[in-house]
């Protein structure tokens, strides 16, 4: 298990076929729901500027998704859930939903993940297959993006920063927002999030009762996730106002809108400039940027290493043969996980191609076992507490010069 990394669509086109498999060996995928919306977008531009057409472009991008990746939850739901009591964890890890809750032969309570639309969307797109509605959701984004302009939201935020105040850099704009959040009652800042996320107002009086029932006098602790949303929003859009930052590129709508995802990740990477100039401002301290030009030459001399043993991962499958970095190699990579995991050098390297096939073969009857003959419970544990987590999974054979699975497995039909 590596690290919960976010990648933006700028980072994965750079990147070829063959260097996106190290996303799936080192690390866990959050792919936001932003990427599969932006990259929908793109289906109604024609012709990509290689002179492709646009579904081949799309297509080939799908492959480099990891397929082992989880979409996180959409921030809007997680954001009115916050404000409404529903606690929302921000430690790194990703937030998922649709598992079901069933009892193992054993008794034990686990939660059993089909895939998800979106990774079942990917799979049709591998093939350059989109449904109509997904070409109807791409026209209606760009022809949104078209229209959009930010004078109604920094019409709002002009009334909120004084006329005389000089804000000249980014650290001064982030003091500013950081004060107004401290001394600004509820009523206006319950408004504020609502209004730059869109939500429905039917919410606020509950929100509102929710507060004055709590007793809270922090709204940070009362909804830490709306706090970090409105904290950012709040920012972003003074930058704009005093023109630090453009308010000529609609596209910053869904830039801005990846950072919302940078709590449930170790590492956000971007090849981005508006990410690059402000997520560092907003990571955690034990939570990592990293600039897209850097993690791909990390993947490039990566590429470049393990091609000594293509031999033995196209026997094994590239998914058996390393779960960590190369240790006699050091570059961003092993720079990740030195600081997410300070003793990974350490433990015992993790490897599946030495393993006892006896042993092996019991595991899998008991997975099998726990999979096919578990019955579904109510008990409503809570995900802290449940014994196992089953995800299912369909992977490529072969990405690029890689392959992934074991050879002789897509002829077994046990292997799903």
Request: proline fraction near 5%; include cysteine; charged fraction near 25%.
């Amino acid at each position: 298990m590596g690290p919960t990394i976010i990648f933006d669509k700028s980072f994965l086109q750079s990147i070829s076929v063959d260097e996106s498999v190290f996303l799936s060996q080192f690390f866990i995928t959050n792919v936001t729901p932003l990427f599969y919306i932006e990259t929908l977008g793109d289906l109604d531009l024609g012709d990509h500027k290689s002179g492709k057409p646009i579904s081949k472009v799309i297509s080939e991008l799908s492959k480099k998704v990891p397929d082992d990746s989880e979409p996180n939850v959409f921030h809007l739901r997680l954001i009115l859930g916050d404000l409404l009591g529903y606690k929302v964890e921000m430690d790194g890890r990703m937030i998922i939903t649709g598992g079901e809750e069933k009892t193992d032969p054993d008794g034990n309570i686990g939660l059993f993940f089909k895939e998800s639309s979106e990774q079942l969307a990917l799979r049709r797109w591998h093939g350059g297959e989109f449904y109509e509605i997904e070409r109807d959701i791409s026209h209606g984004w760009r022809e949104m993006l078209s229209n959009m302009n930010f004078d109604s939201i920094l019409g709002i935020i002009k009334n909120i920063v004084p006329e005389e105040l000089k804000l000249s850099n980014s650290v001064q704009v982030l003091e500013f927002v950081d004060n107004f959040l401290k001394t600004t009652k509820i009523d206006l800042l319950l408004y504020l999030i609502l209004e730059l996320t869109g939500l429905p107002h039917k919410h606020y009086q509950k929100m509102l009762n929710r507060w004055n029932d709590g007793n809270f006098n922090d709204f940070n602790k009362f909804a830490p996730y709306a706090f970090y949303i409105l904290r950012l929003n709040l920012f972003f859009y003074i930058c704009m106002l005093r023109g630090l930052e453009s308010k000529n590129r609609p596209s910053h709508i869904i830039d801005l809108a990846y950072l919302y995802y940078l709590p449930f990740c170790n590492v956000f990477v971007s090849s981005d400039k508006l990410h690059k100039r402000i997520a560092p401002l907003f990571i955690r301290p034990n939570q990592m940027f990293v600039y897209g030009v850097e993690l791909k030459n990390g993947f490039a001399v990566l590429n470049t290493y393990y091609e000594k043993y293509i031999d033995e991962i196209n026997e094994k499958g590239f998914i058996s043969f390393a779960h960590q970095p190369p240790k006699d190699i050091k570059n961003i990579v092993s720079d990740i996980w030195d600081f997410i995991f300070p003793n990974w050098r350490d433990a015992k390297p993790s490897s599946l191609l030495n393993r006892d096939p006896e042993e092996d073969k019991k595991l899998l009857e008991h997975l099998k076992n726990v999979q096919n003959n578990s019955v579904k419970s109510s008990t409503n544990i809570p995900t802290d507490q449940v014994h196992h987590i089953v995800t299912t999974h369909k992977f490529l054979v072969q990405k690029g010069k890689w392959r992934i699975l074991p050879k002789g497995i897509e002829n077994n039909n046990d292997s799903k």
